[in-house]
Nanobody
Framework: VQLVESGGGLVQAGASLRLSCAPSGEMYSAYTVGWFRQTPGKEREFVAAITWRGGKTKYADSVKGRFTIFRNNAKSTIDLQMNSLKPTDTAIYYC???????????????????WGQGTQVTVSS
């Protein structure tokens, strides 16, 4: 599985951005697609996850109510709609795939098998 992220950019605080994760290769409905983010000097942080079929979702507390992860059926992508952006959301955002069929969506980055190259999101104050 190969993953390509798109949609990053520079915005002001309070604005919105939508990131897309486009997988290539065989994707099964039970796979989990997650979004993570990383800033210099910090560990990669879980943001949100969803099953490839578009059912169950999970969010980090820091983004609940502001970010929405969903399957974009028209583009066959997993999108992350980010609203009310804050300067603290500034990071490189990565999408990743966990190929295990799990009862609960998982958050540790070590549980994810495939990663994209990342897309930069910068939020100015």
């Amino acid at each position: 599985v190969q993953l390509v992220e798109s949609g990053g950019g520079l915005v002001q605080a309070g604005a919105s951005l939508r990131l897309s994760c486009a997988p290539s290769g065989e994707m099964y409905s039970a796979y989990t697609v997650g979004w993570f983010r990383q800033t210099p000097g910090k560990e990669r942080e879980f943001v949100a996850a969803i099953t490839w079929r578009g059912g169950k979702t999970k969010y980090a507390d820091s983004v609940k109510g502001r970010f929405t992860i969903f399957r974009n059926n028209a583009k066959s992508t997993i999108d992350l709609q980010m609203n009310s952006l804050k300067p603290t959301d500034t990071a490189i955002y990565y999408c990743a795939v966990d190929v295990r069929d799990r009862i609960q969506l998982t958050t540790p980055e070590t549980e994810y098998d495939y990663w994209g190259q990342g897309t930069q999101v910068t939020v100015s104050s």
